[in-house]
């Protein structure tokens, strides 16, 4: 049974560009949230999806986007990379809404922008 | 104020040190995750508590919901315990991260 898979593990982006990132949950899992997590720092919440939709949002601004398809699986959308956006991206899946049930992690993508 | 505290920031130990990490918040909870990450990101979970005391091998969580207080203990410390150890509450269907604590025990 595989985990909670994310692709690339690493990236190299330029500051103006976008970026996807890509996550397959834990299979049995239905819902996926998206997190950053500058260096030294904890991880900050992005947003979550459950039933292909936006459900819960944190404090990031709309460059910030996503999208879950019918497999459950998820996709983090940044536009117009600022320098400030290296971070380590994780993805969390769980069944259900997050609030109730375990999340397990995936190993993260490291997004440097230059 | 942050909403999850941690405390300490670093800390370093002797190989077999009984280790504790505290987290305090400030929010309305449903559970209480502690987890660990090791340099390269991958995030593991340890625990998730909503009351009581759990233990998984060398390492006992306790809460405290009407103190909003938990613990994380380390017994007979060892180097491949260093790493980074997490507390995060789960509140309105979020997790709300603390900082973290870094760990490091020297042989």
């Known amino acids: 049974d595989a985990g909670v898979t994310q692709s690339p593990t690493h990236l190299i982006k330029t500051r103006g560009q976008q970026v996807t990132l890509r996550c397959s949950p834990k299979?049995?899992?239905?819902?996926v949230s998206w997190y950053q997590q500058a260096l030294g720092q904890g991880p900050q919440f992005i947003f979550q999806?459950?039933?292909?939709?936006?459900?819960q949002r944190g404090n990031f601004p709309d460059r910030f986007s996503g999208h879950q398809y019918p497999n459950y699986s998820s996709e983090l959308n940044v536009n117009a990379l600022l320098l400030g956006d290296s971070a380590l991206y994780l993805c969390?899946?769980?069944?259900?809404?997050?609030?109730?049930?375990?999340?397990?992690f995936g190993p993260g993508t490291r997004l440097t922008v230059t | 104020k942050n909403e999850v505290e941690q405390s300490p920031q670093n800390l370093t130990a002797q190989e077999g040190e009984f280790i504790t990490i505290n987290c305090s918040y400030s929010v309305g909870i449903s559970a209480l995750h502690w987890l660990q990450q090791h340099p390269g990101g991958g995030i593991v979970s340890l625990f998730m508590l909503s009351s009581g005391k759990k233990k998984h091998g060398r390492l006992i969580a306790t809460i405290n919901i009407q103190e909003k207080h938990s613990s994380l203990h380390i017994t007979a410390s060892h180097p491949r315990d260093s790493a980074v150890y997490i507390c995060a509450v789960r509140s309105n269907y979020q997790l709300i991260w603390g900082a973290g604590t870094k760990l490091i025990i020297k042989p």
């Open positions: 969390a899946s769980s069944l259900g809404l997050a609030g109730f049930y375990e999340q397990y």
């Open positions: 299979s049995g899992h239905d819902t």
């Open positions: 999806y459950y039933e292909e939709e936006e459900r």
